[in-house]
């Protein structure tokens, strides 16, 4: 699999298949996803962005193709490992944030540490950094209904930071953040990127456009082009080029 950490072959996600209201969110997207990569998913509102990622983080199942995480084929795994998959190696920021209301903040961001065994004072301390890094240490004990939306947004991001996933979906993170926000959020993804985190990130941000090793390109729901951007960090690929060519068009 040269190296991948995702292989993503010929996916296709329809919905509402077979009514009148059928989408082709997405068609036939093949392309390859690197370790210790940012990878930036470009493209118009309803192009197929989300669609896309949520396919890569385990929430949803393509109509067709297949997804290799590792080698393995994760659209054959049942919801029991998919579930394990994201708890063990995926953070998730929703492009709708997705907190749980009536919940207080710090207890949202540890949510992720529960499974792990981690005892709540710990838990605690954990969330706390983060808020504290992300300017909302005064917030700790507000539940999500009580935050503005670029606060609610900061809390989403802690929450997908806490456990050190190997694997960060992040959607849209930077629609409701202000210009040091989004500073201090593309700091954290430069350092999780040097720790070998892989990254998706979604958006029309050009900032965030600048931070890719790659941009694909998706409009209307094909991946119409793959641009490499930095060719310093090509990544060690053992097995020789990528399957689909750096700058080359999809099918
Ligand atoms: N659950 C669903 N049921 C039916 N259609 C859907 C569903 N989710 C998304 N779609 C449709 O699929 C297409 C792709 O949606 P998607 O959310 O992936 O776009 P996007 O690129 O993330 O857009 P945005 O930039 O607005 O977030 C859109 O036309 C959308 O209306
Ligand atoms: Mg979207």
Redesign the pocket.
Known sequence: MSGARYTIREVT?T??AGTP?E????QKVSVEGYPGEITV?Y????????????LIGALDRPTSGTIHLNGEEMTRFAEPALARLRRSQIGFIF?NFNLLPGVPAWENVSQPLIPRGMGERARRERARELLERFHLGHRLLHPPEELSGGEQQRVAIARALVGNPEILIA??PTSNIDEEEIDRLLACFTELKGKGTTLFV?T?DPILRDLADVVWH?KG?RLIEVERRSSASLPDRQGGPPETPAGGAAP
């Open positions: 996600k919905y509402r209201h989408v082709r969110a997405l998913v493209g118009p509102s309803g192009s197929g962005k989300t669609t896309l990622i949520s492009q959607d849209e979604s029309h998706l729901g």
